[in-house]
């Protein structure tokens, strides 16, 4: 990295002065106005939208508001038939997914499992830092539940929170008896490290791939439960019996590219998060199937968006090089003492602080001209990653996080010895359909968990809690499902069209939605009948 060997060097001579040094707190004044003036949902690029449950009351990103307003990607001939009978229908191929399908299974009931990808294609398998649970000796679900709280700026669902929190060692020993191999001491003791925003150290991990670990667990146990999986099979509309319930949905099966209605007396929505529609032309952590479909669909029946304009901007996406922009850097490298320094050499605020303040504060040093400039002219701040290995011991980053390792050597970049470039990048969807403590909506016959759900986390996720919300609330869905399984009734597309009615009131969208696939893929094919 020739082209920053300025910059490189005044990091190096700053190392010593700022390795120990301890970082003044910002006022919440401070905090505020940080937030106000650089992170990016208070850009102002936002705008409402004019039908549904959140009418004029949102901003939405833009990108999501045009989904949102989004033509049906069924044919207008379109009229559906139960060609597949089942009595749950999960849409979804991710952790949600899977826990919700392992809760059901020995119940007696018909699950279908439709994923848009393969099974395990998901943002779940790509988690990398941990999954948090109160399992220290100083731990407590309370102190989880203000941590939290305090971490989604007071605006969490308390019921949600309590149940995540209460649950969270009971999800750990499911998973670890399941066969989920976690990282832990020469003791036997489970290894804790301490995320942002946490008070204790409560992030268990499977060194940098924890959710490549968990997805492989869930993915097998699943495998082996009598739940049917169709894979390449997005849902395009969910389908309901014309007075208020959700009653299936309508598939389209890409491997005989036909459409398929499945009727159903339940179905989950684990659709995950949104991240591909990369908002305000940021970079993503996220999967290629990211597109928010759930959220489309679920607005179409009448559910309410919870915090629908609260995304997360992951502080430490990479920036250089190129090849690897957005991709994340995982927030444990910060908690084991990378620290983040600007091109002055300085480290302009603790590398621990919740993820919403820092990265405005890195989008505000860039703003600044504080920042690193590539030669391709992307910008960002240094992550000082040779520091972990100058604390612990050589051989510490390599051993901790052989993930970043990997995927930096092919550049030729050793984090043990280099800095990584950062920037934030779309990583996370706080809000989305509002559900109750047992995953129901506001509409009968309709579940949904995970990253397609809001309120949990308030306007801030804490690194670990998402993981622990698929396990929780997807066990959660499956379990409701099973207590109050609603009667059949009729499939037919009555709310999808007459919410589409009422957009057309007002004007006629040229977006067809759900997106499913990034729009560089042009993958707008309309399927086949
Ligand atoms: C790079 C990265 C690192 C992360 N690290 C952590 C971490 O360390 N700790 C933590 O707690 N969280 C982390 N997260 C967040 C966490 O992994 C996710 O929020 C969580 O796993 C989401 O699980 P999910 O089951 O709700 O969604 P996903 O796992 O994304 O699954 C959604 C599934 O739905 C499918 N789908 C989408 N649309 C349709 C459709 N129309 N029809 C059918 N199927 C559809 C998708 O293909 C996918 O299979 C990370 C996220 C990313 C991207």
Avoid at 333 to 338: C, L, P
Wanted: include cysteine.
């Amino acid at each position: 990295m020739e082209w920053a060997r300025d910059s490189l060097k005044r990091l190096e001579d700053s190392r010593e002065a700022r390795r120990n040094a301890v970082h003044e707190e910002l006022s919440q004044e401070e905090v505020d106005r940080l937030l106000q003036e650089h992170h990016p949902d208070h850009s102002g690029k936002g705008r409402s939208i004019a039908v549904g449950a959140n009418a004029n009351a949102t901003a939405f990103p833009i990108e999501l508001a045009d989904l949102l307003e989004s033509k049906s990607r069924l044919p207008d001939d379109y009229v559906p038939a139960a060609d597949i009978e089942t009595d749950v229908l999960i849409i979804g191929g991710g952790g949600a997914a899977c826990s919700a399908a392992l809760a059901l299974n020995e119940s007696g009931l018909k699950t279908l499992l439709c994923a848009k990808l393969r099974l395990g294609d998901s943002n779940t398998v790509m988690a990398e830092g941990g999954i948090q649970a109160a399992l220290g000796p100083e731990d407590s679900a309370q102190r989880h539940f203000a941590d939290s709280l305090v971490g989604g700026h007071g605006k969490n669902d308390p019921q949600l929170l309590k149940r995540l929190c209460e649950q969270g060692p009971e999800g750990i020993r499911w998973l670890t008896e399941l066969g989920c191999l976690f990282d832990v001491t020469e003791e036997g003791m489970f290894r804790l490290r301490l995320g942002g925003g946490a008070s204790v150290p409560r992030v268990l991990a499977c060194r940098d791939y924890t959710g490549l670990e968990i997805m492989r667990t869930l993915k097998d146990a699943t495998r082996l439960t009598t739940t049917e999986i169709m894979e390449d099979c997005p849902a395009l509309e969910l389908l309901d019996d014309g007075a208020g319930q959700v009653s299936g949905a309508t598939i389209w099966n890409r491997q005989k590219n036909c459409l398929q209605s499945v009727s159903a007396r339940a179905v989950l929505l684990a659709t995950g998060g949104a991240g591909q529609l990369r908002f305000q032309q940021f970079g993503t952590s996220n999967h290629v199937g990211a597109t928010g479909d759930g959220l489309v669909l679920a607005y179409r029946q009448g559910c309410h968006l919870e915090h629908g304009g609260s995304f997360q901007y992951h502080p430490s996406g990479s920036c250089y090089p190129e090849a690897m922009s957005g991709r994340l850097v995982t927030e444990a490298i910060r908690s084991v003492g990378a620290q983040v320094v600007n091109n002055e050499g300085h480290c302009f605020i603790n590398e621990l602080t919740y993820r919403d303040v820092l990265a405005a504060a890195i989008i505000r040093e860039v703003r600044e001209g504080r920042g690193i400039q590539t030669p391709a002219g992307s910008c960002g701040v240094w992550l000082d990653t040779p520091l972990i290995d100058i604390k612990h011991g050589a051989g510490t980053l390599q051993k901790q996080f052989p993930g970043i390792v990997h995927r930096f050597a092919p550049f030729g970049i050793d984090p043990s010895q280099t800095p990584i470039l950062i920037y934030p990048t779309l990583h996370y969807q706080n809000g989305g359909v509002r559900v109750d403590e047992w995953c129901r909506t506001e509409i009968n016959g309709l579940w949904a968990a995970g990253e397609v759900t809001g309120g949990l986390h308030g306007t801030n996720r804490l690194m670990g809690n998402s993981l622990l919300d698929i396990i929780t609330f997807g066990r959660r869905a499956g379990e409701s499902i099973k207590a109050q399984l609603p009667e059949r009734k009729a499939a037919t597309r009555s709310a999808a069209d007459r919410f589409q009615r009422d957009l057309q009131k007002l004007s006629e969208s040229s977006v067809q939605g759900p997106q499913l696939f990034p729009v560089e893929m042009n993958m707008n094919a309309t399927p086949g009948q």
